[in-house]
């Protein structure tokens, strides 16, 4: 599974190879607007701050253990700077205020607004849904922010450390959840981990007031770039995965990543099939295609624009680093997130001062991402409770 995982991204950045190569824009295909107008977006986003609750609604949480749970829309900001509304779900335990707030980024592989955790905590598709109890009996209140954004842009890692920071902040300005002056930690494992990181990483200059206490992500992919030259175009089972990340980039940046300019017919009738799709869809349309099936020309893979994407969705290549401690997993084979941007990534941090616990754990992705959660959550218990954090930098 990982292998493929390694070879579906690579897939993906043979697609986005051969979009630099002309200069035609063309028009990103947004998912389908939810039916439930909860989720749309106010016409006035522009007079709102970042993080400011634009409307909010109790959901019934108690599948997962005795506390209160509110829907939160709220406004944050895309990659070019404009306002856009974004929507996160906290889980508060009964009684108490201000208790440990932990923002959890859920691993979302889709296409489909109805794919976030504001809609899969609902209907049995969360993966991560097992460890809520467990983290809600701690007495942590829990964050579970869409941070896909409204045009579930998937790839776009950077945004989504934006939504990540401004989900925290309407979850403490709304009165009700009575957690305006919490420790914050984050957490989140491959695609939700590189939210997580980056939400890190621009906390200190994007969000200056919160008071993130630790940030544990794990088998996090640092550098986008780095993957593209592993490129490998042959038909692969989970060549989908691939596919939806090229136009969920598209739809954060449609003049520099112009899919629909360069897709044979065969790429527009998958473009269409997996528009709106969640994750098994995506697999099952896309298995057994390939890059060179769907592109005219994924040859190109050093075209500048297109590199220019990827490093700006880089957290290894992002010059700011954490103000709070970072716990940091990675499996020792990690085929999808190659361990050394992410030790490399750690480094860095190190020689700024950030104080790192590195922890390397055998296997590969899949793995890792189990064996490393329960020391996760035991370093941001340590965290909330004020200890001292480890480093081993």
């Known amino acids: 599974m990982d292998t493929w995982l390694r070879r579906s991204a690579a897939a993906a950045f043979a697609i986005l190879a051969?979009?630099?190569?002309?200069?035609?824009?063309?028009?990103?295909?947004?998912?389908?607007?939810?039916?439930?107008?909860?989720?749309?977006?106010?016409?006035?986003?522009?007079?709102?701050?970042?993080?400011?609750?634009?409307?909010?609604?109790?959901?019934?949480?108690?599948?997962y253990g005795n506390a209160d749970g509110w829907q939160i829309l709220y406004r944050s900001t895309n990659s070019t700077g404009g306002p856009i509304a974004a929507t996160t779900?906290?889980?508060?335990?009964?009684?108490?205020?201000?208790?440990?707030?932990?923002?959890?980024?859920?691993?979302?592989?889709?296409?489909?607004?109805?794919?976030?955790?504001?809609?899969?905590?609902?209907?049995?598709?969360?993966?991560?849904?097992?460890?809520?109890?467990a983290l809600l009996a701690r007495g942590w209140a829990v964050a579970l922010p869409d941070h896909l954004g409204p045009t579930s842009a998937y790839g776009a890692a950077r945004l989504g450390g934006q939504i990540v920071l401004d989900g925290i902040r309407a979850v403490q300005r709304l009165p009700q959840a009575r957690l305006g002056h919490s420790p914050v930690g984050l957490t989140g494992y491959s695609g939700g981990g590189m939210a997580t990181g980056w939400a890190g990483a621009l906390a200190p200059t994007y969000a200056p007031e919160l008071n993130i206490v630790g940030i544990a992500q794990g088998g996090v992919p640092t550098n986008l770039?780095?993957?593209?030259?592993?490129?490998?175009?042959?038909?692969?089972?989970?060549?989908?995965?691939?596919?939806?990340?090229?136009?969920g980039l598209e739809r954060e940046y449609p003049s520099r990543v112009p899919v629909?300019?360069?897709?044979?017919?065969?790429?527009?009738?998958?473009?269409?099939?997996?528009?709106?799709?969640?994750?098994?869809?995506?697999?099952?349309?896309?298995?057994?295609?390939?890059?060179?099936?769907?592109?005219?020309?994924?040859?190109?893979?050093?075209?500048?624009?297109?590199?220019?994407?990827f490093d700006e969705n880089s957290l290894q290549l992002y010059p700011g680093v954490p103000r709070a401690p970072v716990f940091a997993w990675h499996g020792t084979g990690d085929q999808l997130a190659p361990l050394d941007s992410a030790a490399a990534t750690v480094r860095r941090w190190c020689g700024a001062g950030v104080p790192v616990q590195f922890d390397v754990l055998p296997g590969d992705h899949g793995p890792a991402s189990v064996e490393g959660a329960p020391g996760a959550f035991a370093w941001l218990d340590g965290r909330f409770a004020g200890a001292p954090a480890p480093s081993n930098c």
């Open 18 to 63: 051969g979009l630099a190569l002309a200069t035609p824009t063309a028009s990103a295909q947004p998912p389908v607007a939810d039916p439930d107008p909860f989720y749309w977006s106010p016409p006035d986003l522009a007079p709102h701050s970042n993080g400011d609750v634009l409307r909010a609604r109790p959901v019934d949480v108690s599948r």
């Open 89 to 133: 779900t906290v889980l508060v335990p009964r009684g108490g205020v201000d208790r440990p707030l932990l923002s959890f980024q859920a691993i979302i592989n889709a296409l489909g607004t109805q794919c976030g955790p504001s809609h899969t905590l609902f209907d049995g598709q969360l993966t991560e849904a097992p460890a809520l109890p």
């Open 225 to 247: 770039s780095e993957l593209a030259n592993g490129l490998g175009s042959a038909p692969h089972p989970l060549f989908g995965l691939a596919f939806a990340a090229t136009l």
């Open 260 to 309: 629909d300019n360069y897709l044979t017919p065969a790429g527009l009738r998958l473009r269409d099939q997996i528009a709106n799709a969640c994750t098994q869809q995506i697999i099952d349309d896309g298995a057994g295609h390939s890059a060179a099936e769907m592109t005219r020309d994924p040859s190109q893979v050093n075209a500048p624009t297109l590199r220019s994407v």
